[in-house]
């Protein structure tokens, strides 16, 4: 196993901890053998929160393409068909990841893609019991890779991820994400 530990600069901070309990409930909410497993989650001390995960060895995409520049399309459509399969188990619960980019994608030595990071991934909000944990109109995740509509806060909606895939494709196949600079809003 792996355990994932809270850094020490965010010791103690009750949004960490939710998150961290946030990514651990999602993740193992369902299966999926494109999704990292998770297999216990614990705060010790009410502050310093850990994940106990599937042990990956491999690089993330992100370091991949920091390495090498550009994947060939045989082998992104691999990766893409994965990842595509966890985010359309994620939809089918009514989960929005919000947060998909290459450093959250894990690829194995065996060449499978793990989605990682389900900390700020939300519910949509006509899910039956499923809680908020940040609010509407708050913008999580990282710029390069969230839609329009995501940056202008809202309702999660599952075109969010959509986006977030589209520009990891182009990315992965190009070198380059396809805008150079952010929007502005």
Not at 22 to 38: D, G, K, W, Y
Not at 116 to 124: E, N, P, Q, R
Not at 158 to 184: C, G, H, K
Request: net charge neutral.
């Amino acid at each position: 196993v792996a355990v994932k530990v809270i850094r020490d600069d965010m010791v103690g901070s009750p949004d960490t901890i939710n998150r961290f309990r946030q990514e651990a409930l999602v993740a193992a909410s369902f299966a999926h053998p494109n999704v990292v497993t998770i297999y216990d989650f614990g705060v010790i001390d009410d502050a310093r929160g850990y994940l106990v995960m599937e042990r990956l060895s491999g690089a993330t995409v992100g370091e991949t393409l920091r390495r090498d520049g550009f994947l060939a399309p045989a082998r992104a459509l691999h990766i893409m068909r994965g990842v595509c399969q966890a985010v359309d188990a994620a939809h089918r619960r009514q989960l929005v990841h919000r947060d998909l980019k290459p450093d959250n994608v894990f690829l194995t030595q065996e060449e499978v893609p793990k989605v990682l990071d389900f900390g700020i991934a939300k519910f949509v909000r006509s899910t039956p019991g499923a809680t908020a944990l940040t609010a509407t109109g708050v913008v999580v995740g990282t710029v390069a890779y969230m839609s329009p509509e995501q940056m202008r806060g809202g309702e999660p909606n599952p075109s969010w991820d959509i986006w977030a895939l589209a520009v990891i494709a182009y990315e992965m196949l190009a070198s380059v994400r396809p805008f150079a600079a952010a929007n502005s809003l």
